[in-house]
């Protein structure tokens, strides 16, 4: 027994009730998601195929909003039982009693706290998964247009949980090429931590010495963020794309474990097995749909994603 891993994020819908300000309708516009019964037969499908080449799974189920479906427990615990892990990513919900059922099958929580969400039961969660010492990402979405408030709530947990929040930044259209929602230097550079919220937040009594404020300046300058919208403003679309030519290695005709060491199931039912999407892998709500179990040939100019060029070439 080899117990080789398989990594499958499965983007279990594109519906959530939250409606959240600054979220693509690709993300929560769509129905509501399939009956329990067609996710458990896909599930079982994925378990029984894997485990014929030897390959234990590590879930990642996100959404849309996961909790918004009907008796995710069901599947979480199906899943979980069946793999080697389970990753959940979730706005947590509304109900206090949903996480009993839930914690027991999750190994790694990423938990996004957007701003209509109830203090409390956020809090809740996190102690939960804490008591349970288990792995707990925390994520606040900032506007930059509601900065003070979503940054004094990600503050408030930081002080509760004694643990690091992301300040998560904000993209047009949820989409990296379409760049970052508009944003100050300043205000990307306090969301990295390169330099401290309450310099640029407290009254200035007097001038502040010139060489402070170069200091400043270059910590700005310095942040990867503030880095990535500079970049974004001064190039074409063009010469962004050149620099992904240039910059990455080329794998063209060679066999790629795409499928295999990885699997994407997206909003949809639309499967691929890297980020490329090299040869697209079908949907899994479409009739006589199966997982691959062979690799492909490469067809791409150069492999782009940091995770793809971690995929076995050979």
Known sequence: MNNLITDITWDLNDYCKSDCSYCPVKYRGGLEPPETKDYIRIANL???SYAKMDRKINWTFNGGEPLDMNDIVTLLKLCRENGNSMTLHTNGGKLWMDWWAIEPYVDRLYLTYHYWQNPALIKYIINTFQE???ELILMVPIRPDNFEQDMDRAEAIEKITNQWVTKFKLYNNGDYSAGMFDYQPVQLAIMQGVIPRDRRTQPVEKPVPVEVVKTVEEKIDSSSDVKELKYFQNTTWQQRYDDKINSNPSYAGKLCNVGIEHLHIGHQ??????????????????NGWMPPTGPQVCGMQVCESKSDQKITKF
Not at 269 to 286: A, E, F, K, T, Y
């Open 46 to 48: 994925l378990i029984d």
């Open 132 to 134: 349970k010492r288990k």
């Open 269 to 286: 039912g639309w499967v691929r097995g890297s980020d490329c999407n090299n040869q697209p892998l079908g949907n899994i709500w479409h």
